[in-house]
């Protein structure tokens, strides 16, 4: 018996081990037929030519059956296959199958049955994301990259699973793609022009994964670029000068004007404030106020005698670093009180303040003295016409307002 054992472990030793490879695709169903090891055998063993005196026999392994090999030597399978689950990443998905040779009875050899399945373009390139939002800012400079997701495609074949990249979008950006040391892809997207938000504020980008199966599938990963502002516009004035008239009676709770700016930023850097410069005089601080928020301007007191106002607002922006317009604002108050009218007269001679004295050969056409009249009222109700009731003396016009008395005719202390 031990020599038996002996002899046979010579023989198995010193025969060569010859490898039978196949190949099958996967997704057959089960029991599909692989291949014939007998008659394959047959071709390269001369002494296994008598078929009917072979028998086969598959040696347990661990792990899932895949392969059954019946006693003849036909090679089926037991199940459908799907490489992926198989194989995993590898560049080739097979099993080895170790089937025992038997000649009658006695043992042959140990072949070693290498089945290649070969990968079916299956899967498409899948992304991690179907949609997302990428973000740039205006002051972004060109050649600034964003990573995006890249794909990855479940296939086990160096086609089958390989991916090329395609850029629908923009031409503000381009694609990225570097190999990485895993073989996938690292992708990104390029700034390849100046952003202006104010311009556009988005833009719709679409990347294309197509593999290299035969068939090739694909698949597209749409996301949105959004462009953050940035403060570069100071705010607008819709005029660069409100000029307004009002009642001196005009009421409080009743905006004299509203004053309106715009910017074309957003957020903080499109949020508008408004402020009296800083020049401003007190009394007109004293007179109005200026609501910040929305731009009204009100009376805080009555306007008794003033006629007319000018002052400057400032429009501010809350950006960090602030820009901001001027505007001019001229408030005209109608007045439609009746004052009467001040007359100053101005003597060359006085003897008081009321009194003027003149000499008895004084000339006629001599100037005696100016006369300057005053009416704060607004309209018809501020002009004025003088005369004067005397014929010794005649009013002549120096203007707005302005005269001069002269003497008119000879004056006589007695009878002439």
Known sequence: ???????????????????????????????????????????????????????????????????????????YTVQTLDAESVCSYEKECFETIQVAVNKSKTFMKILKIKVIIEDINDHQPEFPKKEFTLKFKEEDREGIKKT???????????KSSSIKYKYHGDEHFSLSVSKQADGLSSLAIILEKKLDREKKD???????AKDGGTPPKQSVLKFKISVE????????????????????????????????????????????????????????????????????????????????FEFYVVAKDNGSSP???????????????NNPPNIDVNFISTQNHNT????????VGSFIADVMVTDNDVGHNGQVNCHIKDDTFKLQSMGSKEYKIVLKKAICQSKC
Do not use: W
């Open 229 to 308: 502002d940035e403060n570069d516009n100071e705010p607008k004035f819709s005029q660069s000068i409100y000029n307004v008239s009002i009642e001196h009676k005009h009421k409080k709770n009743i905006p004299v004007v509203t004053l309106s700016a715009s910017d074309l930023d957003i957020g903080r850097n499109g949020k508008i404030s408004y402020y009296f410069s800083p020049r401003t005089d007190m009394k007109i601080r004293r007179h109005f106020n200026l609501d910040e928020k929305t731009g009204k301007i009100y009376l805080n007191s009555t306007l008794l005698e003033e006629k007319f």
């Open 1 to 75: 018996m031990l020599l038996c054992l002996c002899i046979l472990l010579t023989f198995s030793h010193c025969s060569a081990s010859e490898d039978i490879t196949y190949h099958i695709k996967e997704e057959n169903s089960p029991y599909t037929y692989v291949g014939d090891i007998a008659t394959d055998l047959q071709k390269s063993d001369n002494s296994l030519k008598n078929k009917d005196l072979i028998t086969f026999s598959q040696r347990q392994q661990k792990g899932e059956q895949l392969f059954n090999v019946t006693k003849t030597g036909k090679l």
């Open 148 to 158: 995006i997701p890249s794909a990855m495609d479940n296939d086990i074949g160096n």
């Open 323 to 337: 820009l901001n317009s001027i505007a001019t604002v001229m408030v005209n108050v109608i007045n439609q009180l």
């Open 202 to 208: 988005s833009y719709n980008i679409e990347v294309i």
């Open 356 to 363: 003027a004295t003149i000499l008895e050969d004084i000339k």
